[in-house]
């Protein structure tokens, strides 16, 4: 770690740095025996530095603005350090100096006593090669070094503390420093700072830019940068010298085609003093249009080597690392000793053979076999056939399988506008079909789609149709992954990582050790399987309950039967949906799944299923944290799939659907994501919940099956609490959608109440066993708020089993139930007749509804012990005493048992004498009517 730097000091223990124009902007270092505070090398006399310990601030030969503007900015965090260039700088840097050298303080390098110097400062190099005399100091007894560098580290020869950050620029590096330790910036130094990092970015335009620089230089501007000074210096005209140069590399540019890349390999004597020969590379490379540009430079007694690369294909810094420098993937850097520039250039050619990576081609992107239709296919069918396959085009073939057109889903719609769907694509397919062949580079792919406007080119080998080029590949082929489309709602590919460590600690290990049994049986077979969905998600969040669903690269059912042999287990298969499952004997089942894509053939519709890769299996899924993968075998156990950023939504607590026909292709989704978000805590994204909105008012939920919903109900009404996830569809209105009486409009207590009568339930015996499943529990009190009118129309819809249905036309009487139960006087026998009608589940919903103390005593008392007194007679000694048979017979018994309830009856005599009163029409009953 970088030590955290030293506290602003009074501008009274450093006056020369007033005329040094640096007042409130420098803070020297507290004085001390071996650190001194030193004056100015400029204002001071030698002889007084000279006799003092000090901290130097060095960066590489030939500085730039971002290496000079580095050293003033590490000068405000170590304040009294000396500043020294090596040897040498660029044109424009000392054109820079010049005008504010009064302001800013650098000791000409042979001036510096080596000796003297107790820490030394590196910024924005990793080698002491190109520190000039200031290399001695590397590993000097006494010496400390610290380093600030955003070069990716490669070999540093400078064993120091470092801070490396891969920002665009190293001055975003230091003036992120400066902000965090809250050491303000003045107009000048922001004008300087902002040169440093237009110049190493390429004013924000190179590839190596980071958002960080572009807000660094916002910050700057902030503090009042000046753009005018920094056109003034970025973009100035070539000298003489360097155009002299420039003309020589023009010359003996030769282009070489490494694995379909075009690099540019130039030579050029340099000897005269030449300024900044990096910035000649830069206008070579504009001047001729190459992937890369690789200039040979011969100086004084050095090879300098300049590459610069604009495509992926070509590593700049790899090639010049094998040269001994080093930089950027796009722009490094290299000075060669003891070589001809014949020999180097020789060398170089070699290099590059083995570092260009070979060129995207047609063959890498496209997609096969390719959907193909023919010409006299309807319009229609080929408008469904888009829909099932989410394509924006389709290949028309003839007989003899040439291509002979292209039909664009804008052509089908504007067909199907104008009643047209029966007519046959040959009539509006595009017959101008631009080919490709399996070698076309992406550039050039790329050209033919922006000139002939074409969004799908065919692939072609001896006239055979091989494959397909979508738009969307080469979008993602030069963007790379995270680059959206416009109907995709995810914000790319998450982070590439190996979750095997996650895997190891957090599965359980009777389930590992079942996965990776079944690895070796899938590679014994030649497969590849995923661990997917749910399961990956759950290792993510620290879940120790991990659900076996199984992804398998190929067809899964012969998998699936494999492992039934080998673990013993019975398998069940699904051949429509090409899935099997696994019924162990311990109980555990296991569910392997073919890699498939799913297609709606009409909203709202159940999926059709067939085969595609792990990706579009993945895409199928209903929401990015859902979405992701985890290689269980093969080249890379553990490596995490996350195509659509699932990781990255996890940790940010959002759910998101993948694409924005979601809800519409399956509407059931909406529950799910109430339920996602309730049980992790986790908040639908603002167009996520845009799209249930709109999907909720299209009624599209009318198109679902009772069943569908009430089973994606009863997985939200499974889990304690589920007030939650309900209040979420009340505020989307999912509930009135299925019922218009079904409002929560705020807390419902219930729920909670309900986990507090559950928990008392179950610790009584007699209770226990006449209670329903907690999500059927949890149910009633939906049709508690409802009228019988609602509760009958919710029945029907949910399409209820009949025990459940029973239960829930009998709930909306409950809350009338609740201010008789609170009656300030109530016999048992009159609890017992408001409560005998009820059984167990409804009484458990009756006690959830009640807020009052007494209600629930009253309750309870019923449940424990008012429900299990019998009548203090039987039925044949009821006969005996001449009680008839028929209605009579029943309301004496109710009244035997009344009386028990109340303690009128407290023997068998009681109960013989209470049944012949009754029998005889005493207490003013009559038994013969």
């Not at 080597?305 to 950027?328: E, K, P």
């Not at 995709?488 to 590439?496: F, I, K, M, Q």
């Not at 919903?845 to 019998?870: F, G, I, M």
Request: aromatic letters at 4%; proline letters at 7%; glycine letters at 6%.
């Amino acid at each position: 770690m970088i030590a955290a730097p030293v506290p602003r000091v009074p501008l009274s223990l450093h006056p020369w740095l007033a005329s040094a124009g640096l007042s409130g902007l420098c803070h020297p270092i507290p004085s001390s025996p071996l650190h001194p505070i030193p004056p100015s090398p400029r204002h001071a006399p030698r002889e007084i530095w000279y006799h003092t310990r000090v901290d130097l601030i060095v960066s590489h030969t030939n500085a730039d603005f971002d290496a000079l503007a580095s050293m003033v900015a590490a000068s405000l965090l170590y304040p009294g350090a000396l500043m020294s260039l090596p040897a040498g700088a660029d044109r424009n840097v000392r054109e820079f100096l010049a005008l504010h050298g009064d302001l800013i303080t650098l000791v000409p390098p042979q001036d510096v006593p080596l000796d003297r110097v107790a820490r030394l400062i590196v910024v924005e190099t990793q080698h002491a090669t190109r520190l000039g005399r200031f290399a001695a100091l590397i590993g000097t007894p006494g010496v400390t070094v610290r380093l600030y560098d955003h070069h990716p580290p490669f070999q540093p020869t400078i064993p120091a503390e470092a801070r490396i950050e891969p920002y665009g620029a190293n001055t975003t590096l230091m003036v992120r420093l400066l902000r965090e330790a809250g050491i303000p910036v003045d107009p000048l130094h922001a004008t300087l700072f902002a040169l440093g990092i237009y110049e190493d970015t390429g004013c924000l335009t190179f590839s190596t830019t980071t958002p960080d620089d572009a807000e660094t230089v916002a910050w700057l501007l902030r503090q009042g940068a000046n753009l005018d000074v920094v056109a003034a210096f970025i973009t100035r005209a070539l000298s003489e010298a360097q155009r002299a140069v420039l003309h020589q590399l023009l010359a003996t540019a030769e282009t070489h085609r490494v694995h379909g890349i075009q690099v540019l390999i130039a030579t050029a004597d340099a000897r005269d003093n030449v300024d900044e020969l990096a910035l000649l590379a830069h206008k070579l490379r504009e001047l001729e249009s190459s992937d890369a540009v690789m200039a040979l430079m011969r100086l004084d007694d050095v090879v300098l080597l300049v590459a610069r690369s604009s495509v992926d294909a070509v590593n700049a810094a790899a090639v010049a690392r094998h040269f001994g420098g080093g930089g950027h993937d796009r722009a490094a850097s290299a000075t060669i000793h003891d070589r001809t520039v014949a020999a180097v250039r020789e060398e170089l050619v070699a290099v590059l053979e083995r570092e260009v990576r070979p060129r995207v081609t047609a063959a890498t992107l496209m997609s096969y076999p390719v959907r193909t239709i023919p010409p006299d296919t309807p319009m229609a069918e080929a408008a469904r056939l888009m829909l099932r396959y989410g394509h924006r085009g389709l290949t028309v073939v003839d007989d003899a399988g040439q291509v002979v057109g292209i039909i664009a889903r804008r052509d089908v719609d504007r067909a199907r506008h104008h009643g047209l769907g029966h007519a046959p694509v040959r009539g509006f397919m595009g017959r101008k079909v631009v080919t490709i062949a399996p070698e076309t580079p992406l550039p050039e792919i790329e050209r033919l789609m922006i000139e002939g406007d074409a969004g799908r080119l065919p692939v072609m080998r001896d006239g055979k149709l091989v494959g397909i080029v979508t738009r969307g590949d080469v979008i993602r082929a030069i963007h790379g992954e995270r680059y959206a489309t416009h109907h995709t709602l995810y914000r790319g590919a998450g982070p590439a990582r190996n979750i095997w460590a996650l895997f190891a600690a957090r599965a359980p290990e009777p389930s590992r050790a079942l996965l990776l049994r079944i690895a070796e049986i899938a590679t014994g077979m030649g497969r590849t399987i995923f661990l997917v969905g749910g399961a990956v998600r759950d290792l993510l969040v620290g879940n120790e309950t991990i659900d076996l669903d199984l992804l398998v690269e190929g067809e899964g059912i012969p998998l699936a039967e494999a492992v039934g042999r080998e673990l013993g287990g019975r398998v069940v298969t699904h051949p429509k949906f090409h899935t099997g499952t696994v019924e162990l004997p311990d109980g555990r089942t296991v569910d392997l799944a073919t890699a498939r894509t799913e297609f709606y053939q009409y909203p709202a519709a159940l999926p059709t299923a067939e085969h595609s890769s792990v990706r579009e299996d993945l895409y199928r899924r209903d929401f990015t944290i859902n979405a992701m993968a985890m290689q269980l075998n093969g080249d890379e156990p553990g490596r995490l799939l996350d195509p659509f950023g699932g990781s990255r939504d996890l940790a940010e607590g959002i759910i998101r659907v993948l694409h924005t026909l979601s809800f519409v292709e399956d509407p059931t989704r909406i529950l799910r994501a109430a339920r996602f978000a309730a049980r992790f805590g986790f908040r639908m994204d603002e167009r996520t919940e845009e799209l249930a909105r709109h999907a909720i008012a299209m009624e599209l939920l009318d198109r679902v099956s009772g069943q569908r919903i009430r089973e994606e109900l009863r997985a939200i009404l499974g889990k304690p609490f589920p007030d939650v996830a309900l209040r979420r569809l009340d505020d989307l209105g999912l509930l009135a959608a299925l019922e218009p009486e079904w409002r929560l409009g705020g807390p419902a207590p219930e729920y909670g109440r309900l986990e507090d009568t559950l928990a008392w339930a179950r610790a009584q015996p007699d209770v226990a066993a006449h209670m329903i499943e907690p999500a059927a529990q949890r149910l009633l009190l939906v049709f508690c708020r409802l009228t019988a009118a609602g509760a009958a129309r919710l029945v029907e819809r949910l399409r209820l089993p009949v025990r459940e249905k029973r239960l829930a036309r009998l709930a909306p009487m409950l809350p009338a139930l609740v201010p008789a139960l609170a009656a300030a006087s109530l016999k048992p026998s009159e609890l017992d007749a408001l409560l005998r009608p009820l059984n167990v589940p409804l009484c458990l919903a009756l006690l959830a509804l009640a807020e009052s103390p007494v209600v629930w005593a009253r309750v309870q008392q019923y449940l424990t012990d008012l429900v299990h007194v019998p009548v203090p007679l039987t039925g044949d000694e009821l006969k005996a005493l001449g009680v008839p048979r028929g209605p009579a017979f029943a309301r004496i018994v109710a009244r035997l048992r009344a009386l028990r309830l109340d303690g009128d009856i407290r023997t068998r005599d009681d109960a013989v004498d209470a049944a012949k009163r009754l029998l005889a029409g005493e207490d003013g009953e009559t038994a013969n009517e």
